[in-house]
């Protein structure tokens, strides 16, 4: 698996491992997490960019490869155009070149987005549903790496592609909705109890991490999918509004939390509602979510203590 430090990769080591898989993790940090050492059985430093380093890890010895590598956020990607396509492209093209170049059939699943689907559509938005014309660097990077899963599909790769919604829960780090109010409040807290926030009244489509972990864990062990494409989803949509207030009521002293309208995290264009449908990954391999919004939130203040 690559990308084993991140947020996903420290919860899907822990769902492979508990499905009888062993697991060799590759990041570019010098040392494994310690959350998860336990349960990694190698660990490679590699720059997945570099064709030299990619040919030292022992692809021979795999039977499927979780890309998890590369730039997540979508605010850090603007103006950093060129980064997130050479990363978010490059390694997938590095690696599926180098399972080609020894002859291998090693599964692997490319993980994408549901933020390359165009929003100006009826939900929820199907793995038919149309396709953006143009965005944020983050998702045109995702689907660069998506148009590039099929010219290596066309050389005999076997390459599936997630798209997955929002995920959140425990251990996500700063840059995304959940840890950003969290730690705005936190910070309010020991001010004056006021907390900047945009138009929490959007809804989006959340999914714990571990039931992410659960689909992409069920997707490369399966032998015959059907499709070449998954979406991972709720299939329902949560307002903003909620998530800030289910953080708030799990946050000791949070009665002294307000919030102001800060101007300057407002998106205008910004749809009101955005949600995906996953039947096709239900139909599959019979996942659902099963980790209620409130859990999640719960499990990941928790997790702050």
Request: aromatic share 6%; net charge negative.
């Amino acid at each position: 698996m690559t990308g084993v430090n991140g947020f996903v990769g420290k919860h899907l080591v822990v769902e492979l491992k508990s499905r009888g898989c062993t697991v060799i993790g590759v990041s570019r940090e010098p040392e494994l997490h310690p959350a998860i050492r336990k349960v990694v059985s190698e660990y490679f430093v590699c720059d997945l960019t570099n064709i030299a380093d990619v040919a030292k890890l022992p692809f021979k010895d795999v039977d499927a490869i979780i890309n998890l590598a590369g730039f997540a956020k979508v605010g850090d990607s603007f103006g950093e155009e060129e980064l997130y396509m050479r990363v978010n492209v490059g390694v997938l093209t590095t690696i599926g070149e180098r399972i080609l170049e020894l002859g291998l059939k090693a599964h692997v699943l490319a993980i994408s987005t549901g933020a390359v689907y165009a929003s100006d559509q009826p939900m929820p938005l199907g793995e038919e549903s149309e396709i953006i014309a143009g965005g944020s660097p983050y998702a045109m990077s995702k689907l660069s790496m998506e148009a590039e899963t099929k010219r290596l599909r066309s050389l005999g790769l076997r390459c599936t592609v997630a798209r997955p919604f929002n995920h959140i829960g425990p251990g996500q780090e700063p840059g995304f909705l959940v840890p950003d109010l969290y730690d705005k409040m936190l910070a309010a807290l020991v001010r004056d109890g006021l907390v900047g926030v945009g138009d929490l009244s959007t809804c989006r489509d959340y999914t714990d991490v571990r039931d992410v972990a659960k689909a992409y864990t069920a997707l490369v062990l399966c032998k015959n999918l059907d499709h070449e494409l998954y979406n991972i989803c709720s299939n329902q949509s949560v307002a903003g509004n909620t998530i800030f207030n289910l953080l708030k009521s799990n946050i000791g002293g949070s009665e002294k939390i307000k919030t102001y309208t800060d101007a300057s995290v407002i998106r205008p264009n910004d749809p009101k509602v955005l949600y995906g449908d996953s039947s096709r990954l239900k139909a599959q391999i019979d996942w659902a979510p099963n980790i209620s919004i409130e859990q999640t939130i719960k499990d990941f203040v928790d997790s702050k203590k």
